[in-house]
C-alpha cells in the first residue's frame, strides 16, 4: 500500500497539474452562456469584471514558467484569429488531465505525445464531413435590403445550446446588479473561482427547469443540433468516399440520391443571416451590429467598384469601435464613417464646421512641438547661446505653433487628424481659428481616410504641400442626441464622413461602465467568426457536433485497436525502430481514450454551462447515451447526419413547437478552430516531455555570482538528494513532485486551488 | 579618493576533479544533456525567472549558453561543446555527453593521466581512420543525383528536435522546403569554386507549420501603410538601387563628448535635414529607383523621393545588410556626403506579398542565389527551436556538399564503432602496445572505458525505460522493452535496428548491450545496394560527428589531465 502511493505520487507531473488548475479557472468560459468574473486586486482595491478567457488571462499573475507558455499560447491565439481562446484553455485543461492520467497508468511519455499527436490529426481529418461550404452569401443581400432579418431569428439559437436568448444577457446584468454590493464574497487575485454559488444557483436553475419542462425531447436529441428547416446532406463527406468505410453506410448511393437530389442547394449556406445567426453563439445583439457593419461595408464597396468588380470581402480592419458607456443599450449602433468623442468645447466649432466640405490632413505621429519620428536621436549636449541681448519674445513652442496655424492657414485646413497625441496649447489655439484637431487616431482609420479623402499622411506638419492634404470631410454630431445625454460620457460623439469612405463606425454603448471591454470584445469575437467564415468559405456544423464526431470516432478508433491489434496504427510513432513502435498497440486505445474523454469533457461542459443540466453529471450521461448511440450505428458522421435530418421532417419538433421554422442552424469556424485545438495539445505535449526547468540570465554583477555559485551549489544538492533515492528517472527532475521536499530548481507557482 | 586595498593570494586547489562537489555538478551536467538527448528527449524549460520569455528546448546550443557554469573545469566543458556547435551547429548533445561518460569511466579505473591521455588518443585515432576508410560499415557516399538520402539526414535532424512540435506530416513539409532553400543557394553557373548563397529565415509566428515557404530573393517586412503606397509604384525593367548603412534619419549621431554650443536662431536639426535633401537630389540625377537604408529614412526625405517615384524602404536591418548589397551589387553607403555613382548596384525586378498577418517587399535579384524561407510555427517557443533545427539542417546540408558521406544514426554507428573497436584492441593489441609502451590490462581497461563511453551514448537515446541490444553481425543497435522475457525470440520481437537499415529477420542473433559478450568484428563495407534502398533510415552528419567524436575525446583529455586550479581572487 505505501509502496504504491509513493509510485504514485512520483507520476505527478507538476507542470501538468499547473496547467489544469490554471484552465479550471476558465471552464465557466466556454459555450454561449458566460458567467462574468470579477477580479479583485488586494492591495490597491481595484477590480474588473471580465467575461472572456484573454482578459481572464490577463489580470491573473501567471509567473511560472508553465503559466507564461499558457497565456503566450492563449494571446497567439486571439492575435491571429481573435475567437476560440475559451475551447483552447478548456481543452488545455481536459487533456493535461488525460496525459496526466496515462502517465498514471504507466505510458511511455514518447507513446503519449505520439498517439495523442494522431489521434488528433486523425479528427481532424474526420470532421471534414461536417464543413458546410459557405458561396456567395452577398448575392442575396440586395434582396433583403434591411437586415431585419435577423430579428425575427434572434430568439432562438441553435439546440445543443438552445437557452432564451435573452436570458444570457440579462442573466449578466442580474449577477452584476447582486453581486456588485458585495465584493467580499468574490475572490481575490490569487484566483479562486468567482462563480459563487449562493449568487448565481438560483437563476441558472430556473432558466434549467423552464426548459426542462418545456422541452424534454429536444434536449435529448439537442446534441445533434441542427433544427433547420432545410435539409443537410454532405455529399463531399470524405466518409462517403472512403471504401473502407463503406460497409458501414449501406447504400451510399442511395442515400445521396434521397436526399441530394431533392434540395440540390441543401447544404450549403447561401444566406448571409443564416450564416450570422449560426455563428452569433447567442450574442445576437453584437451579432446584428457585425450584420450591420457587414451590409454597410458590401453597399459601399459596392458603390465605388460598380457592379462587375471583384469578389466582396469583408474586411474588419476597416471597422472601429467606438465605446460610449454610460448611454443605454439602445444607443448601440452602426454608422458610415467615423465616430469620436471630442470635448465639449469644440460645440460652437463643430456648428460652424457642419454642413460644408472641409479639408484635412493627417499627421503619423504625435503633433508636439518635441516629437521625433522614430529612429531619431536627440542629441543631449546641445546648448543654444544667445549671441546678442535681444531677447526672444515668444518661447519655442508658441513660435512652433504659430508655423503651424501658418501652414493650416496657407493650406485652408480645418481638421487635423493625428495618430499620436496632441499638444493642449495647440488645440486651444486651433479652436480659436475654427479649426478641429483630433489625437490618438486609430491607424485603419487614417487609412481609410487617406483613401478617400485623397490626403497623404505625414509624420510633421512641416512636411504638409498641397499633394498631402485631403478634401470633402464632412463632420456633424452625431445622432444630434440632446447633449444633456451625450454630457455623460465627458464630452460629445461627433462623425466625420467623406463621400465614400471604406470605413464603418460601431457604435457601442452600455449603462454600466464595467460592462464596455467585454461587450467591444464580444462584437470583435462576432466579426471576426463571421470574416472568417466568409474567408474560408467554409463553416463547420457547430453546437457541438463537430467536438461529438471527433469523440466517437476517438471512442471506435480505440475499440478498433483493441481489437485489430498493431496494423492500425503503423506509422503513429516518428521513431519506427523503437520498442515504443511494437509496443504502441498495446497502449494506444489507453491514450486514444484519455483524449477522447477530453472531448466529453468538454461537450458535458458546454451543454452543462447552456443551463440545460443541473448537473455535469446529468450533461455527462446525456453525452454517454448519444455517443453509445453514434458509435451503434456503425458511422458517427451519418448518425449526426440522420439525426439532423430527423429533426428536420420534424419527429422531434413538438418540444420546440411552432418555432421551428425559424430555429437556425449553428456554425462554427473551421480554422479558428482546428488550430486551437491544435494548440491546446501542442502545448500540453510540449509540458509534458518537459522534465526541468531551468532559472538563467542573472545579471553578471558581484552580487548575482554568488547566486551563479549558487546554481551549481544547487546541483550539487540535487544531485546528492538523487543519490538517495530510489527512483531514477522521474525523481530526478523537478517538475515531478518529489517527496523530499519543494525543488530546487523549480520556481514556486501559486497554487491556484488551496 | 581612492583606497588601495591589499591584494589578496590566489587559491590553489590540487586533484580538481577528486572534489565531490565538481563530480557531483559534472554529473548533474551529464544528467542535464543526456535527458536531452534523441527524438524521445526530454524537454527543459529555460526562463529568468522574472517573467522573461520562456523558451522550451532540448538544444545544446540554448542548454549551453544559458547554464551559468563558473567552476573551471565545467567551463572547459561547456565552451569546447559551444565551439563545437558553432563550428558544425549539430552533435552538440553527442559531444557533450561522450565527454561526460569518458571522463567518468576513466575515473573509475584510476589509471595516470598520461596512459589515459595516450591511449584515448589511440583509439580515436582509430575511431577516425575506420571511419574515414572505405571499409567503413557506417558510413554511406551521398550521391546528389537523388534527394533521398538528403530527405533522410534533414528528416532526421527535425526528428531529433521534439520541442519543434511538428506531426509526420508537417515534418515532410519542412524537410522538403529545407532542401528546396538549401539547393536554390548553389549557384547555377560553377566554375572551379562553389560559393554558396545565403538563406534568410523571416519569422511568421502563430501561422500553420504548412503554411511556410520558400521564394528566392529577399523579403523585407514593412509596415502596411508603407505597403498600401507602394502599390501604385511599379515601373518595369531593372532597376538600380542604393543601399545606405548610415542611418538617414537626420539626428546628429556623433556629436562626441562635451556640449556643441549653437547660437540662437541656428537650427542644427534643419541644416542636416537640408543635406539630407541634397542627398535625395542626386539620388534623383543619378536617376536611382530604389534606396533602402539599414536604419531610418526621415519623413522629408521620403516623402522627397516618393514625390520623384523613386522607392524608400527603411529600418531594413543589419541582418539583410550583407545579403542586399551580395545580389544587388551595391556597396553599402557609409555617409551623407556625396555618393559615388559606382557604389550603386541593380535588381531584377520586386514586389510586394502579403503572408499572414505581415507584408513584405520582396526583392527578386538578377541572379539569385538568396532566397528567403518563410518560416511558421504555432507557438514563439515552438518557433523558435524550429528555427534553429532549420539553420542545423541547413548548415549540415552544406557541410555534406563539403564531404559528401552520411553516417548511420540512430545509435547504429556508436554501437559499430563500439564493436569495432573492441574488436580491433582485443585480436591486434601488439601494435598498439608497442607503440604506447602501456600493458595489455592497461589497453584491456581503457578499451572498455571508451567503448562504454560509446554504447551508454547510444543507449542515452533511450528515455521510457526500454532495454538496448546490439545484433553480433553488424553492431547496429536495437532496442527493446524492459523486462522482456530473457528466453525470447528477438527476432519476433523486434522489428528495425536504430536506423532502419537492417531489418530483425535478417537471421542475427543479439545480446544486451552491457553484457559481457566475446568481442566480435562487425560486418565492415556496407553494400552498395543498402544505400540504394534507403528510404527511411535515420542518418547524421559526417563532418559535424567526426568533429565531436574528436572534441569530446580531447576535451576528456584536457580535463582529465587537470592537476590544479589556481584561481585569482582579486
Redesign the interface.
Same mark, same amino acid.
Given at each position: 500500500m505505501v509502496m504504491a502511493c509513493r509510485v504514485i505520487n512520483k507520476r505527478r507531473h507538476m507542470g501538468l497539474q499547473q496547467l489544469s488548475s490554471f484552465a479550471e479557472t476558465g471552464r465557466t468560459f466556454l459555450g454561449p452562456v458566460k458567467s462574468s468574473k470579477f477580479i479583485i486586486d488586494e492591495e490597491c482595491h481595484e477590480s474588473v469584471l471580465i467575461s472572456s478567457t484573454v482578459r481572464l488571462l490577463e489580470s491573473l499573475d501567471l509567473?511560472s514558467?508553465?503559466g507564461?507558455?499558457l497565456s503566450?499560447?492563449v494571446r497567439?491565439q486571439n492575435?491571429?484569429y481573435r475567437t476560440g481562446t475559451s475551447t483552447l484553455l478548456f481543452l488545455v485543461g481536459a487533456w493535461s488531465s488525460a496525459a496526466e492520467e496515462c502517465l498514471h497508468m504507466g505510458v511511455?511519455?514518447? $507513446?503519449i505525445?505520439s498517439v495523442m499527436?494522431?489521434g488528433l490529426?486523425s479528427c481532424i481529418e474526420e470532421v471534414v464531413s461536417l464543413e458546410v461550404p459557405v458561396h456567395h452569401v452577398f448575392d442575396h443581400i440586395d434582396n433583403t435590403k434591411t437586415f431585419s432579418g435577423l430579428e425575427t431569428f434572434s430568439v432562438s439559437l441553435g439546440p445543443f445550446l438552445q437557452i432564451p436568448s435573452d436570458t444570457g444577457l440579462m442573466q449578466k446584468e442580474h449577477d452584476l446588479k447582486d453581486v456588485a454590493p458585495q465584493p467580499l464574497t468574490i475572490h481575490n487575485l490569487s484566483g479562486r473561482p468567482v462563480k459563487s454559488p449562493q449568487l448565481f444557483r438560483p437563476q441558472a436553475k430556473v432558466e434549467a427547469d423552464t426548459n426542462m419542462s418545456q422541452t424534454p425531447q429536444t434536449l435529448k436529441n439537442s446534441l445533434l443540433a441542427d433544427t433547420c428547416c432545410r435539409k443537410s446532406v454532405l455529399i463531399h463527406s470524405r466518409h462517403l468516399n472512403r471504401t473502407d468505410n463503406s460497409q458501414q453506410i449501406s447504400k451510399p448511393d442511395g442515400f445521396l440520391e434521397q436526399h441530394g437530389a431533392a434540395t440540390p442547394q441543401a447544404y450549403r449556406c447561401n444566406d448571409l443571416v443564416e450564416l450570422e445567426v449560426g455563428l452569433s453563439h447567442g450574442d445576437d445583439s453584437s451579432m446584428k451590429l457585425v450584420e450591420a457593419a457587414a451590409q454597410l461595408q458590401y453597399q459601399n464597396v459596392r458603390t465605388q467598384q460598380g457592379s462587375c468588380a471583384m469578389p466582396f470581402m469583408f474586411d474588419i480592419s476597416r471597422i472601429f469601435t467606438c465605446c460610449l458607456p454610460g448611454l443605454p443599450e439602445s444607443f448601440s449602433c452602426v454608422c458610415p464613417g467615423y465616430i469620436t468623442v471630442v470635448s465639449t468645447s469644440s460645440t460652437t466649432l463643430i456648428k460652424e464646421l457642419q454642413n460644408q466640405p472641409i479639408r484635412v490632413v493627417l499627421i503619423?505621429g504625435d503633433l508636439t512641438e518635441n516629437y521625433?519620428? $522614430?529612429?531619431?536621436?536627440?542629441?543631449a549636449?546641445?546648448?543654444?547661446?544667445?549671441?546678442s541681448m535681444k531677447l526672444?519674445q515668444d518661447s519655442s513652442e508658441e513660435l512652433w505653433i504659430n508655423r503651424v496655424l501658418e501652414i493650416l492657414i496657407k493650406f485652408n485646413v480645418n481638421l487635423i487628424l493625428a495618430q499620436g497625441n496632441v499638444s493642449e496649447h495647440l488645440i486651444e489655439k486651433c479652436t480659436h481659428s475654427k479649426r478641429l484637431v483630433i489625437g490618438s487616431v486609430n491607424?485603419n482609420v487614417m487609412?481609410a481616410f487617406a483613401e478617400a479623402s485623397g490626403a497623404v499622411?505625414?509624420?510633421?506638419i512641416?512636411?504638409v504641400d498641397e499633394?498631402c492634404v485631403g478634401n470633402g470631410v464632412c463632420v456633424t454630431f452625431w445622432r444630434s442626441i440632446p447633449l444633456d445625454v451625450v454630457d455623460t460620457v465627458d464630452g460629445m460623439a461627433i462623425m466625420l464622413k467623406t463621400e465614400g469612405i471604406n470605413l464603418v463606425t460601431v457604435v457601442l454603448t452600455s449603462p454600466v461602465t464595467a460592462h464596455m471591454q467585454s461587450k467591444e470584445d464580444r462584437f470583435w469575437t462576432c466579426a471576426s467568426r463571421l470574416c472568417y467564415a466568409l474567408k474560408e468559405q467554409k463553416v463547420f456544423l457547430g453546437g457541438g457536433a463537430v467536438e461529438f464526431l471527433c469523440l466517437s470516432h476517438l471512442q471506435i478508433l480505440a475499440e478498433q485497436s483493441l481489437s485489430k491489434g498493431n496494423q492500425a496504427c503503423s506509422?503513429w510513432l516518428?521513431?519506427?525502430?523503437?520498442?515504443?513502435?511494437?509496443?504502441l498497440a498495446l497502449y494506444r486505445p489507453t491514450v486514444l481514450q484519455c483524449l477522447a474523454n477530453g472531448w466529453h469533457k468538454y461537450l458535458s461542459t458546454l451543454i452543462y454551462n447552456t443551463a440545460n443540466y443541473s448537473s455535469e453529471f446529468e450533461a455527462s450521461t446525456f453525452i454517454q447515451h448519444h455517443l453509445q448511440n453514434a458509435i451503434d450505428s456503425g458511422s458517427p458522421s451519418s448518425y449526426i447526419l440522420s439525426e439532423y435530418s430527423k429533426l428536420n421532417s420534424g419527429i422531434f419538433n413538438s418540444g420546440i413547437s411552432n418555432k421551428l421554422g425559424q430555429i437556425p442552424r449553428v456554425y462554427d469556424i473551421v480554422t479558428p478552430k482546428i488550430?486551437a485545438w491544435?494548440?491546446a495539445l501542442? $502545448?500540453v505535449? $510540449?509540458v509534458l516531455?518537459?522534465?526541468?526547468?531551468?532559472?538563467?540570465?542573472?545579471v553578471h554583477t558581484e552580487i548575482n555570482?554568488q547566486s551563479?555559485?549558487s546554481?551549481?551549489?544547487c546541483?550539487?544538492r540535487?544531485?546528492?538528494k538523487l543519490r538517495d533515492s530510489s527512483d531514477t528517472?522521474l525523481a530526478?527532475?523537478p517538475l515531478f513532485r518529489n517527496n523530499a521536499g519543494e525543488p530546487p530548481l523549480a520556481?514556486k507557482v501559486a497554487n491556484f486551488h488551496s | 579618493m581612492s583606497r588601495l586595498e591589499a591584494k589578496k593570494p590566489s587559491l590553489c586547489k590540487s586533484e580538481p576533479l577528486t572534489s565531490e562537489r565538481v563530480r557531483a555538478t559534472l554529473s548533474v551536467l551529464k544528467g542535464i544533456v543526456t535527458s536531452c538527448y534523441g527524438p524521445s528527449g526530454r524537454l527543459k524549460q529555460l526562463h529568468n525567472g522574472l517573467g522573461g520569455c520562456v523558451c522550451t528546448t532540448s538544444q545544446s546550443s540554448a542548454l549551453l549558453a544559458n547554464l551559468s557554469v563558473t567552476h573551471p573545469i565545467l567551463k572547459i566543458l561547456t565552451t569546447a561543446m559551444q565551439n563545437h556547435v558553432s563550428c558544425f551547429s549539430d552533435c552538440g548533445l553527442f559531444t557533450a555527453i561522450l565527454c561526460c561518460n569518458l571522463i567518468e569511466n576513466v575515473q573509475r579505473i584510476g589509471l595516470t593521466p598520461t596512459t589515459v591521455m595516450k591511449l584515448n588518443k589511440h583509439l580515436l585515432r582509430l575511431c577516425i581512420s575506420y571511419l574515414k576508410s572505405e571499409v567503413c560499415g557506417c558510413r554511406i557516399p551521398v550521391d546528389f543525383s537523388s534527394t533521398q538520402i538528403l530527405l533522410c539526414l534533414v528528416r532526421s535532424i527535425l526528428t531529433s528536435k521534439p520541442a519543434c512540435m511538428l506531426t509526420r506530416k508537417e515534418i515532410d513539409h519542412v524537410s522538403a522546403l529545407i532542401l528546396r532553400t538549401f539547393l536554390l543557394t548553389i549557384p547555377e553557373n560553377t566554375e572551379d569554386h562553389i560559393i554558396l548563397g545565403k538563406s534568410i529565415i523571416v519569422p511568421l509566428k502563430g501561422q500553420r507549420v504548412i503554411d511556410s515557404t520558400v521564394l528566392p530573393g529577399i523579403l523585407i517586412e514593412m509596415s502596411e501603410i508603407q505597403f498600401v503606397k507602394l502599390l501604385p509604384v511599379k515601373k518595369p525593367g531593372s532597376l538600380k538601387v542604393a543601399l545606405f548603412c548610415a542611418s538617414l534619419s537626420g539626428d546628429l549621431s556623433d556629436t562626441g563628448e562635451g556640449t556643441v554650443v549653437v547660437s540662437y536662431g541656428v537650427s542644427l536639426e534643419n541644416a542636416v535635414l537640408d543635406q539630407l535633401l541634397n542627398l535625395g537630389r542626386q539620388l534623383v540625377s543619378d536617376h536611382v529607383d530604389l534606396v533602402m537604408c539599414q536604419k531610418v529614412i526621415h519623413p522629408s526625405l521620403k516623402q522627397f523621393l516618393s514625390m520623384h517615384h523613386v522607392i524608400a524602404i527603411d529600418r531594413v536591418g543589419v541582418a539583410l545588410m550583407e545579403p542586399l548589397s551580395k545580389v544587388t551589387g551595391t556597396r553599402p553607403i557609409g555617409s551623407l556626403g556625396s555618393v559615388s555613382p559606382s557604389t550603386y548596384g541593380s535588381v531584377k525586378d520586386w514586389c510586394t506579398a502579403k503572408f499572414g498577418f505581415k507584408h513584405f517587399f520582396h526583392l527578386i535579384p538578377n541572379e539569385a542565389t538568396v532566397c528567403s524561407l518563410l518560416l511558421c510555427n504555432r507557438s514563439d517557443t515552438a518557433w523558435d527551436e524550429l528555427k534553429v533545427t532549420c539553420q542545423t539542417a541547413l548548415h549540415v546540408l552544406q557541410l555534406t556538399l563539403k564531404e559528401p558521406s552520411v553516417l548511420l544514426g540512430g545509435g547504429c554507428t556508436e554501437t559499430h564503432l563500439a564493436a569495432y573497436i573492441r574488436h580491433k584492441t582485443c585480436n591486434e593489441p601488439e601494435s598498439i602496445l608497442k607503440d604506447e609502451g602501456c600493458t595489455q590490462t592497461e589497453l584491456q581497461l581503457i578499451t572498455e572505458a571508451f567503448c562504454s563511453a560509446l554504447e551508454s551514448l547510444a543507449g542515452s537515446l533511450e528515455h521510457d525505460g526500454g532495454e538496448i541490444l546490439t545484433d553480433l553481425k553488424y553492431g547496429h543497435f536495437w532496442s527493446v522493452q524492459a523486462d522482456s522475457p530473457s528466453i525470447v525470440n528477438w527476432s519476433n520481437l523486434l522489428s528495425r535496428c536504430g536506423c532502419g537499415l537492417r531489418n530483425s529477420q535478417e537471421e542475427l542473433s543479439w545480446s544486451f548491450l552491457r553484457s559481457t559478450c566475446h568481442p566480435f568484428a562487425p560486418q565492415t563495407c556496407l553494400p552498395h545496394e543498402a544505400a540504394g534502398s534507403a528510404n527511411n533510415l535515420t542518418l547524421d552528419c559526417f563532418t559535424a560527428k567526426l568533429n565531436g567524436l574528436q572534441v569530446a575525446v580531447e576535451t576528456a583529455n584536457l580535463i582529465l589531465d587537470l592537476s590544479y586550479v589556481i584561481e585569482d581572487k582579486n
Open positions: 509567473t514558467a508553465v507564461q507558455l503566450e499560447a497567439a492575435n491571429t511511455p511519455v514518447s $507513446l505525445v499527436s494522431e490529426n503619423e521625433r519620428h $522614430l529612429g531619431f536621436n536627440k542629441s549636449n546641445i546648448k543654444t547661446v544667445l549671441e526672444p491607424g487609412q499622411q505625414v509624420a510633421y512641416t512636411q499633394n506509422g516518428h521513431n519506427t525502430s523503437s520498442w515504443l513502435a511494437s509496443s488550430e491544435r494548440r501542442d $502545448l505535449l $510540449l516531455q518537459t522534465d526541468s526547468e531551468i532559472i538563467t540570465g542573472l555570482s551563479l555559485r546554481w551549481e551549489d546541483l550539487s540535487l544531485e546528492l528517472v530526478r527532475h520556481r | -
